[in-house]
């Protein structure tokens, strides 16, 4: 392991890193003040990896490695709003991955035009996929895609499990209801 400078904190070499579990990888990560830029050499090197692994997938461009709300370390990507996001992981050798959407968002999620106030409302999603049902499996190259399948691949987790997420968002009172 090297000293990170000014911390005295011991940072694994890239080797170690791999070394480790996932949940060993993620509890050091936490530790880090990437501010300060522990780590730095690490997550650059996980972020080359994950572009060698991911970032030939048509849509994605892997805008390198950032700092995320509160101080970690994540890898970022872009990629367009249809996109299948469960091509993806949310974290790769430890490190979170963290996508936007590159582009204009459909009606259904722009001010002014959508439903409810928190963009990201389950029935936005429901109403885009059943306006351009069509466009989606075109766009993802599945002619036969169900509607269920066009939901699950534009959150990037099964449909109803996000749909349970945001209404325990709603009911904790972190979020506007939408239904």
């Given at each position: 392991m090297s000293s990170s400078?000014?911390?005295?904190r011991r940072i694994p070499t890239f080797a170690e890193w791999l070394a480790l579990s996932d949940a060993e990888r993620r509890n050091e990560a936490s530790r880090w003040n990437a501010y300060a830029g522990e780590g730095h050499e690490i997550v650059a090197e996980v972020t080359e990896d994950f572009r060698v692994k991911y970032g030939t997938i048509p849509g994605v461009d892997v805008t390198g490695l950032g700092i995320y709300h509160g101080g970690d370390w994540v890898i970022g990507v872009t990629h367009p709003f249809v996109f299948d996001r469960r091509l993806l992981p949310t974290s790769h050798l430890g490190i979170g991955v963290r996508t936007l959407i590159g582009g204009e968002l459909p009606p259904e999620?722009?001010?002014g035009q959508r439903r409810y106030p928190y963009v990201w409302a389950p029935p936005h999603y429901e109403q885009f996929v059943d306006r351009c049902a069509g466009e989606?499996?075109?766009?993802l190259g599945r002619p036969n895609m169900s509607r269920d399948e066009m939901l699950s691949a534009l959150i990037g987790m099964p449909f109803e499990q996000f749909r349970e997420l945001c209404r325990q968002s709603v009911r904790e009172g972190r979020m506007a209801a939408f239904e």
């Open positions: 400078p000014g911390s005295g999620f722009q001010d989606i499996r075109r766009q």
